[in-house]
Nanobody
Framework: QVQLVESGGGLVQAGGSLRLSCAAS????????MGWFRQAPGKEREFVGA????????DYADSVKGRFTISRDNFKNTVDLQMNSLKPEDTAVYSC??????????????????WGQGTQVTVSS
């Protein structure tokens, strides 16, 4: 089991940028695939992006492709989500998640074993 803590959320104007970070502890971080998900009020949890254990494979939701970038640092035990060209529809609570099957980033929340508490991102128009 790994503990995850997100940071970096906040309020930004449309077109702006934010960088979220997820810090892991209590496990062997390099074994895990890591995912980012978001949930807006009244909506289902939505896949944003994911990265395999080495960082060699990354997948993104179509809605964020070309605007968001995932990166991980297995020495610092962190995974970041760089968000550019933000839109009001990106407003949500963003959570990171860890998956034991490290070579397989997944878009399904049920495939992830451990979750952070989330950080709020609000994009104003």
């Amino acid at each position: 089991q790994v503990q995850l803590v997100e940071s970096g959320g906040g309020l930004v104007q449309a077109g702006g940028s934010l960088r979220l970070s997820c810090a892991a502890s209590g496990g062997t971080f390099s074994r895990y695939a890591m995912g980012w998900f978001r949930q807006a009020p009244g909506k289902e949890r939505e896949f944003v992006g994911a990265v395999n254990w080495s960082g060699s494979r990354k997948d993104y939701a179509d809605s964020v492709k070309g605007r968001f970038t995932i990166s991980r640092d297995n020495f610092k035990n962190t995974v970041d989500l760089q968000m550019n060209s933000l839109k009001p529809e990106d407003t949500a609570v963003y959570s990171c998640a860890a998956r034991v099957l490290g070579n397989y980033p997944s878009y399904r929340p049920s495939d992830y074993n451990d979750w952070g508490q989330g950080t709020q991102v609000t994009v104003s128009s």
